[in-house]
């Protein structure tokens, strides 16, 4: 009897769950790997929702064309747009389907889902489960695996550690090895297609509001096989976030909506107990530097203001960590605990001090990778995505496939709010189809039937890495110590605001760390459960990742989405003259075409494994259905820059010129 | 809860003694390690300068103790053990509060005593997600091709269902509870890695399933689609290691850091199995 | 080789059903014969004719008390106790690191259930000596200090049989451990089959299983504190009136109603009772005749 195939998924979140369920349901040997009981996957973070055009929205003249234009916009128009639109339209079926799974979303009184409105958009497109919605997802997805291991269909991995891809002679993926992180077995499987769903890298800054697994170490072991890598420096940041010794965890900003109040002693790490500040002392900064908006300004420049004041002027409240003051202490009890009362338990709880009656400290956080494995697609002729095609989040190695937070491909340069639990169930369950109409008739044989000489050394490359780690002499670098070094520098240079200089010198010094790293010497060298070298590992492959978000950073002169350089930022309007206000708005105009033509591009990253660094290169972003446009929310002379850029719009003669470009990787 | 953030003004370094266990079967001992306070520390925090320090109070190097956690929220489940003899999530509790409230000389880390210890604080939970198995804990759609809306939920239902599916299987009410008993199987000789897992899943099963499974098999057994399984269900609850087990001690639900109703569900299960047994003995 | 799958054993397959019938057994017939057992014991506060009417009353099922004494009274406890230790063998009370009511309340309800076994044990030997079987009662039963209790000299036996300081300390321990174990068990009864289940309600049937525990306790010191008050040649006199009047009615057939009698004189009896209670009290108060 002939072996069947098997597909290989790497991690458990929303993402891999999907594409398991849906492979199963397909009749598809699936082996599911994590690093954790896939139920504990990062996905359970996400509290806010997941967007879709629905009845309610529609009568109101939503449809999934504009829910397509919100994420392109909210992505400065970064991401080739067929994938986005496809999973726009797909959103709504996608919603139904979690319904139909049992995911206990809020209800009207009627019983329908009920929905409510999320940042980036005019319309209540969000469907919401309480304050966990990914949590809820996940489990829905989760339940439904172990449906199909009961089944015997899929098999679960869990507490295996992805090590390495396995290629053939031809380049093609085949499997992959990976660790047993109890028993530290080292072992390959075979696979006739492995899929990577293992979320986002904010490890690589230290502390972020990712969970430990995010290291990004099985995408940047693919990189480092030669998987491209794409638009590595957007990373969003969320405004406000508890900082903890540990992690940073996610504060709304309903808080600052409901009249919270952000400040900073005047003088620098003021040890006195912030209520016995008096009201002289302390700098209301965003009040004072913005008077029209206040504590209420967009989400960005409330990010870029709290960082510079802590990390360029110095002003953090704490000496050895950064924070500001969100002071809500001059609200009624009453109304705080009726408004914001699920939020400000979770401050309590983490931090253990009423925020109620102390103002709390918090501070930005990296929170969502927008870059990624880079995924192709294959475009039909209206834009959308050809269904089960084999290119769909296919990597550039044959045979894997990237999906959810590790492929680049649907954020752009920003992500939408309640976009990303979107994204990776979708495409979980879009990559499926492709993948089991190639195992019909697979060229060259079932990966399990391959000569087990190929499996045999690419374990055996494996073994030597992590017997020469164990088997190091003591006194070398502590793993934990450089990477508390490696995210400093990271949060620093590579978050918020990006500076050249800054840039060019954080990649020297994750340089240097990275040879450090090298040298790292274990405290426990047994073979049993040993945590130690797993994280080294980890650790050691995160630079490639650091890099390519540095590299990345440096060369993109200009700002994009989350990606902030203030040398590159062009100005808003200053002159009060009508004439020269237009003539100003001429040239910021010229200025905004200038740009695209030069930077709206993909950025590529690729491994060079001779220089132990990488190699950059641009790609044309397909931006045929929806023309790029500025983003001039907050913009002094906004008006008359929308003035001049609709006039040039209608002047042109053909609507699609210059702007539209083939669809990528070809 | 006005409480202030004070620290105790003496401390600036406090002790942590953790039960460690090199590996299955390996004899558990207590390690003495002393940690530098900070302000607004947890014990996740306390763990991981242990490890980077990788030294014990009386300056003898040892291996960094091993722990499981992952999202550091409490939302994942992950990071349970025993602190100060009460089970609970390493990252939600806070150094200031155990040195206030409970024991300001020490803070004690063991492992979950109701699971295998795999090493130090790390246990294998299995035996929980099998019983998520026995307890056919999904609905039982039809597949997952464009089937239209799921059924109308009023909201009164899904505000009974949605604390119930918050649980995380983190294993806190197992470890509470004075019925669930610890389960440990060792490889025999000669048996297969196949072989020794169908033996663990078949002890597993006729061990007490725990009220996190009780729950859960409320919750589907709640759900318009989900009833359709809901005698299978119920004939898990009544079969060896089901509801019967339970004493009604109550701890489930006062350590249950999701602050479940097990007690309401355990109740309903009760109610539920009583209806199924009876309808089954004058049906069949 | 495959090591076979562990079985499940006979108890572990009718675990449901055995538990539930154990649930149901402490309630029905145990824990209500308990309330009636206690009830017709308190009625010796009104008066040695009242209880010893009672008494009567039990044993007019004449040849049938045996069968019923057996089928629903001692088999249901030996039940309900036998398994009570299976159960109680399966856990592992943890009050010293989760001291909540609820913990405590599961851990005492084990606890008393140990100690109501124990006494029940004691007490139907020391009344009533087990078994009926002449051979058995005469050469082990009360030469052991059992079968104290005659039914047809109720009042005056039981209260000769309640002498010292022991044991009556032994049966208010073992009165309050059962009442508790009663109360505790309709509360955790009540969950079980599922009649309270939201914590309102289970707070509400706590409260209302207290008031029946307290209720039910100070019936049992009632019954306590009957054979304390009763003086047992008053006693004696009216059994033997009413005896009397039984046998002149044709009601009883003196030949038959011999065993159920005190034996000998009650003064042989209290002297025996008395030196009994020196021996194991270290000279507890008895009363001079």
Known sequence: ?????????????????????????????????????????????????????????????????????????????????????????????????????????????????????????????????????????????DEQVRRWEVAGRIRKFEFWDFLAPILDEQGRCRGCVAQDLVTMEIRSFPADFVVLATGGCGLIFGRSTMSMVCTGSAVSRCFQAGAKYGNGEFVQVHPTAIPGADKLRLMSESARGEGGRVWVPRKPHDSRDPRQIPEEERYYFLEERYPEYGNLVPRDIATREIFSVCVQEGLSVDPDRQAVYLDLTHIPRAELDRKLGGILEIYEKFQGVDPRDVPMKIFPAVHYSMGGLWVDYERTADGGLVPAHPKNQATSIPGLYAIGECDYQYHGANRLGANSLLSCIFSGLFVAPGLADQLENLTGGVA??????????ARRREEERHAELLSRDGGGENPYLLHQQLGDIMTRTATVVRHNDQLAEAIEQVLELRDRADRCALSD???????????????????????????????????????????????????????ERRRQAEQWVDAFVEKNRKWLKSTIACWNADRRDIDISYEDVDTSLIPPRPRLYGLVGAETIEEVWRERQQAMAEPTGEAAGAPAGT | MAEPQSKPASIDSFEVRILRQEAPGRASYWERHRVDYEPQMNVISVLQKIAAKATTIDGRSVTPVAWDCNCLEEICGACTMVINGRVRQACSALVDN?????????????????FPVVRDLMVDRSRLFRALEKARAWVPVDGYYELGPGPRVSPEVQEQAYPLSKCMSCGCCLEACPQYTKVELTRLSGETDEEFQQRKRATYDQSFIGAHAISQIMLFNMHPTGKHEAAARLDQLTAPGGIQICGNAQNCVAVCPKEIPLTTSIARAGRATTAHVIKKWFDR | MAEPTPQPTFFQRHEFLIRRLHSLSGLIPVGAYMCVHLMVNASLLNSPASYQKAVYQIHSLGSFLPIV????????????????????AGGLPNTGNYPYKANIRYTLQRATGVIAFFFIVYHVFHMHGWFHWDWWLDNVARPLGGARFAPYNAASTLTLAFRGVVIPLVYAIGVT?????????????????????????????????????????????????GPLRTDPEDARAVEQKMYNAKVASGELDPQQAEHKRASGHLGEETAAAATEDSQQSNGGATKSH
Request: contains cysteine.
């Open chain 1, 1 to 141: 009897m002939a072996a069947r195939p098997r597909v290989m998924i790497v991690g458990g979140g929303l993402a891999g769950l999907a594409a398991a369920m849906k492979l199963a349901e397909l009749e598809v040997d699936v082996d599911l790997m994590s690093l954790t009981p896939v139920k504990r996957s990062h996905s359970v973070c996400a509290q806010g929702g997941i967007n879709s055009v629905n009845d309610q929205t529609r009568q109101l003249g939503d449809d999934e064309w504009k829910h397509f234009d919100d994420t392109v916009y909210g992505g400065d128009f970064l991401q080739h747009q067929p994938p986005v639109k496809e999973m726009a339209y797909w959103a709504p079926p996608v919603i139904d389907l979690m319904d139909r799974l049992g995911v206990t979303f809020n209800r009207t009184p009627e019983g329908f889902l009920d929905r409510r409105r999320f940042g980036g958009t005019l319309y209540k497109r969000t469907a919401f489960a309480g304050a966990t919605t990914g949590q809820q997802l996940l489990y829905a997805l």
């Open chain 1, 448 to 457: 399990s039937e391959l000569p087990a000489g190929l499996f045999e050394s």
């Open chain 1, 525 to 579: 060298t047994g073979n049993w459960t040993n945590q130690n070298v797993v994280f080294t590992k980890s650790l050691q492959d995160m630079f490639p990742i650091a890099l390519t978000i540095l590299r990345g950073a440096l060369m993109r002169d200009e700002c994009r989405g989350a990606h902030y350089k203030p040398e590159f930022e062009l100005p808003g309007l200053t002159s009060d003259d009508p004439a």
């Open chain 2, 98 to 114: 155990l040195l206030q409230q409970e024991d300001p000389n020490e803070i004690r880390l063991e492992p979950m005593s109701k």
């Open chain 3, 69 to 88: 004494e057996w089928g629903f009274i001692f088999i249901p406890i030996l039940f309900h106790a036998i398994f009570g230790v299976v159960i109680i």
């Open chain 3, 177 to 225: 451990s059962c009442v508790y174990h009663l109360a505790n068990g309709i509360w955790t009864m009540g969950i079980t089959w599922g009649v309270w289940t939201s914590p309102a309600a289970q707070r509400r049937a706590t409260a209302v299983c207290g008031v029946f525990g307290l209720l039910l306790l100070a019936v049992a010191f009632g019954s306590w504190s």
